[in-house]
């Protein structure tokens, strides 16, 4: 099995930055996408940006393309996250995922799709 491991939340004051981190072990194969949700209090969980570990491709929702970055080190076994001007909306536990994904089909489906295996999350808070 996969096993994800999220990190790098916190508090900060709204217009800074954060890098969340996700450090992935069990895999034995590259044809996997890592992708990040996020789930507000009181709100449903959101898909925000998914990368291919084989090609690097991502995709950003609409939500995280202005402000928000996505890089994998593959050598770590690491996506990273860059979150920059954040906003007090933008508080929320985040969660790294990884799924099976092989390059057939748009990257985008994979917010959509049934996820694999699910990482604990980070808990993100901005102040105002």
């Known amino acids: 099995d996969v096993q994800l491991q999220a990190s790098g939340g916190g508090l900060v004051q709204a217009g800074g930055s954060l890098r969340l981190s996700c450090t992935a072990s069990?895999?034995?194969?590259?044809?996997?996408?890592i992708c990040w949700f996020r789930q507000a209090p009181g709100k449903e969980r959101e898909g925000l940006t998914c990368?291919?570990?084989?090609?690097?491709?991502?995709y950003f929702a609409d939500s995280a393309k202005a402000r928000f970055t996505i890089s994998s080190d593959n050598a770590k076994n690491t996506v990273y996250l860059q979150m920059n001007s954040l906003k007090p909306e933008d508080t929320a536990v985040y969660y790294c995922a990884a799924t099976y994904y092989s390059g057939s089909f748009s990257l985008a489906m994979v917010l959509v799709y049934p996820i694999d295996y699910w990482g604990e999350g980070t808990l993100v808070t901005v102040s105002s």
């Open positions: 990368i291919s570990i084989r090609s690097g491709a991502t």
């Open positions: 069990g895999y034995t194969h590259d044809a996997y996408a």
